[in-house]
């Protein structure tokens, strides 16, 4: 059966990222279609992206779309582009006054009124272009409220009548919370706030919450954290509605473009690599260290780091750790941006320590490629990891990552055991459990004894650069979901 699956993401690699989210819908798409279905994809229109560069084609016949937010009628206009090589549209929602501000997500207090409208905008444009989708797959809070509107606001056009809906869980730790007066804003029934409290979560409506209520299937983006999102240690409140839809409830881990992560066609790398040779990725190395205007050693490991820097990702315990980190015998390379804390911390120590340490505040494609390249080691010490892509990068590069044994990382990163012989060890990275300094350091000194001895060195890198996280198996996996959902709607 061939299916009308239509795709939604607040961001879309290369249009717009953030983080992991964009470059999951820039690529599983594609390979949903690749297994034979029809595929659209939505997305809004911020004032970053670039009309020309991208393609955007402006949809005259279908653009002054009014759509009602707070009580108000905003005229949303369409641009249409393909996903990068494809013919996959994606549609850009375009309504200025809510996507031209200085980042995609806010705390401006329209910030509901930004993705309520984008949510009806992706069912209004459907309803303009006729187009019957057999599922809506919908992408963290953003796009929350779409599985209620199907079921509701927007039940009684034919058009969506079996249109099945599957909510994915990118990071519970965002969930789109607001006010209860968003009821009004999104003409949300008041029933669902206070009988059963489906859109409801500390007394504010919650579009997170909202998704997993009404939608047909949900999952979440590794095995191990759909385990630790039934617990309240991991849920951030939504432990008791997951249990409840328990047996609608999957993980489903992702995958990874090796059409752009390769070190063997990778474009934005001075020099290639593969298994069967490694010699690019010591070059690669000197020009990071140029770059970086850090002393190039080949005996001393560099440790890269390419993150949001938010407490998400745990460097807390690198500032825990600091003093005894900077006495260990690697240097660091960090790219990221995000909490002022964070941002100063690595600023500070690359000042403070200009031959070990550097920093890049900020977002930057192409460098985060040179550092997963030229790093010899990759450092995730996550809180909670809901699938994780860079360490996935990172095993394909070479680049031994080193991560706490939570979500996505515990399924992607297999502990070296220096007591194995070696030719059996199939490790391919050192991670800890325990959420705290010691077990970071501890792990991280692991990791620098074997980087001693370079045949295990060797064997740990080959390890890693030859697991297949390709998105194949994962898209046959969404496949099915998107069935059983739409079977379900059948009934
Ligand atoms: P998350 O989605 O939680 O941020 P992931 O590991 O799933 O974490 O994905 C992060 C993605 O964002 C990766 O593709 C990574 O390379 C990219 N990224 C993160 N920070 C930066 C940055 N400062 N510059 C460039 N790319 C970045
Ligand atoms: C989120 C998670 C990350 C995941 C990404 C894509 O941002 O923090 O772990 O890889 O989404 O699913």
């Known amino acids: 059966m061939h299916m009308n ?233 939504m432990d008791h509605i997951l249990n409840y839809r328990g047996h609608d409830f999957y993980g489903i881990l992702n995958g990874v473009d090796y059409n752009i992560w390769n070190p063997s066609t990778d474009k934005h790398i001075p020099f290639n690599y593969s298994p069967e040779d490694l010699s690019g990725k010591k070059q690669n190395k000197k020009v990071l260290c140029e770059q970086f205007n850090l002393p190039y050693d080949e005996n001393i490991p560099i440790i890269g780091i390419v993150s949001r820097l938010a407490i998400q990702k745990g460097f807390d315990l690198i500032a825990r750790s600091l003093e005894y980190l900077s006495h260990l015998p690697f240097q660091w390379i960090v790219l990221g941006a995000g909490e002022d804390y964070f941002e100063e911390m690595f600023q500070t120590f690359a000042n403070y320590r200009p031959e070990k340490a550097a920093c890049h505040i900020g977002y930057n494609n192409d460098l985060a490629h040179l550092i997963e390249a030229g790093s010899d080691m990759f450092l995730m010490p996550s809180h909670y990891e809901p699938c994780g892509l860079n360490q996935i990068y990172s095993l394909k590069y070479g680049t031994v990552p080193i991560v706490r044994k939570t979500g996505g990382l515990s399924d992607t990163v297999k502990d070296w055991d220096e007591y194995k012989a070696r030719g059996e060890e199939t490790g391919n990275g050192f991670s800890f459990d325990k959420y705290d300094g010691f077990a970071l350091t501890n792990s991280v000194e692991r990791a620098l004894n074997c980087y001693k001895n370079k045949p295990v060195w060797q064997k740990i890198m080959l390890n890693g650069m030859k697991e297949n996280f390709s998105w194949h198996r994962s898209a046959e996996q969404y496949a099915l979901l998107y069935k059983k959902a739409i079977s379900k709607v059948r009934g």
């Not at 989210?21 to 229109?45: M, R």
Request: contains cysteine; proline residues 4%; aromatic residues 16%.
């Open 5 to 237: 699956i239509v795709f939604v993401s607040s961001e879309v690699f290369p249009f717009s990222k953030t983080g992991g989210l964009a470059d999951v819908a820039g690529t599983l798409p594609v390979e949903i279609g690749n297994l034979g279905n029809n595929v659209k994809v939505f997305t809004p229109k911020y004032g970053s992206i670039n009309e020309t560069k991208h393609g955007l084609i402006y949809q005259e016949h279908i653009s002054e779309i009014p759509i009602t937010v707070s009580g108000e009628i905003k005229k949303v206009h369409v641009h249409k582009a393909f996903l990068p090589n494809t013919q996959i549209e994606v549609y850009f929602i375009d309504f200025q006054p809510f996507f031209f501000r200085d980042s995609y997500y806010t705390n401006d207090i329209d910030e509901a009124d930004r993705f309520i409208l984008f949510s009806k905008a992706v069912l209004e444009i459907l309803q303009r272009i006729k187009w019957k989708p057999d599922l809506i797959h919908c992408n963290d809070w953003q796009t929350g409220l779409i599985p209620l509107y199907l079921k509701d606001n927007y039940s009684w056009d034919k058009l969506f009548h079996n249109t099945a809906s599957l909510f994915t869980i990118h990071n519970v730790g965002y969930q789109g919370q607001f006010g209860a007066e968003t009821l009004m804003k999104a003409e949300i029934r008041f029933e669902y706030f206070n009988n059963f409290g489906e859109v409801k979560q500390n007394d504010h409506v919650n579009f997170l919450k909202t998704g997993i209520s009404f939608a047909d299937i949900i999952n979440t983006v590794s095995n191990t954290y759909a385990q630790e999102l039934l617990t309240p240690e991991f849920s951030y409140g």
